[in-house]
């Protein structure tokens, strides 16, 4: 059981990276290559506010949420806005989002080098005791923060103006302007959102693991969850992130953490070759 809560707790954080994945594939329907480098850039942020200016949890995590939402808005402005103005080619939507992944990564290495870095101790006790179970306190902030946010994200894609809007313009840019709603800035706040949810799940990798250049690395797991659950589908997206941190958990405590990343992929490879569209999502044809 205690095993299946850490699960949890890591899938709650794949879950923010691949709905901020997801979100931008559902609009636009090409996979955003730069979105790890996005996370990592945000996640050093929160770091250097924290390290040097003694900034407690709560600012640290607003500055890297913050970081993500309005870098991720920068990109889009400048790298994808004129592509998608101009419904330019799989291969400048690839090449534009891998430059800036680069630009990002090139960012933090001149600030941080190619070092480690540990987050300040947020918290007095690093464990908390649940009768014979002992929890990480850092494991149960990530499940519980971003628990709230991905409740309050669906409700807002499902219940709000703005969540209409983006729905509407991920199934016809075209239809939803003929329709009266701004495609362009429904398609500024995917990115926006997508950002933030980079930070906040950089920041949370941050404190709970070692933060380091490539960290932006683990984007697979949130594009492995993606797959599983259905690219495009949020609630596929969450979904599969749950299942992934548990899978990953169990393998690691049973098998190693050495073969746990080769049996992860072999059951993706499994679901793209037999049920391509994941456990919730539809069969969507990718521009790159």
Known sequence: ????????????????????????FNVLKFSNFSHGALMTLSAFAGYFIAAQKGWGLIPTILTAVVTGALVSLIGELVAFRRIIVRRSSSEYYFVSSITLGSLYEGLVTIKAGANFFNYPRFFKNAT??????????SDLLMLSISAVVLIILVYVLNKTRIGRGLRSVSFDHETAKLMGIDSTRAIQTAFLISGALAGLAGVFLGINYTLYPTLGGMVVKGFIASVIGGLGSFPGAILGALLLGMTETMLINFVGSGFSPVIIFIIMLAFLLIR????AGSNVQEKA
């Not at 095993?3 to 899938?11: F, P, S, T």
């Not at 391509?276 to 456990?279: D, N, Q």
């Open 1 to 24: 059981m205690q095993i299946l809560i850490n699960g949890i707790a890591l899938g709650s954080v794949y879950a923010l990276i691949a709905t901020g994945f997801s979100l931008v």
């Open 128 to 137: 908390i005791q649940l009768g014979s179970w002992v929890i990480s306190t």
């Open 276 to 279: 391509p569209r994941g456990l």
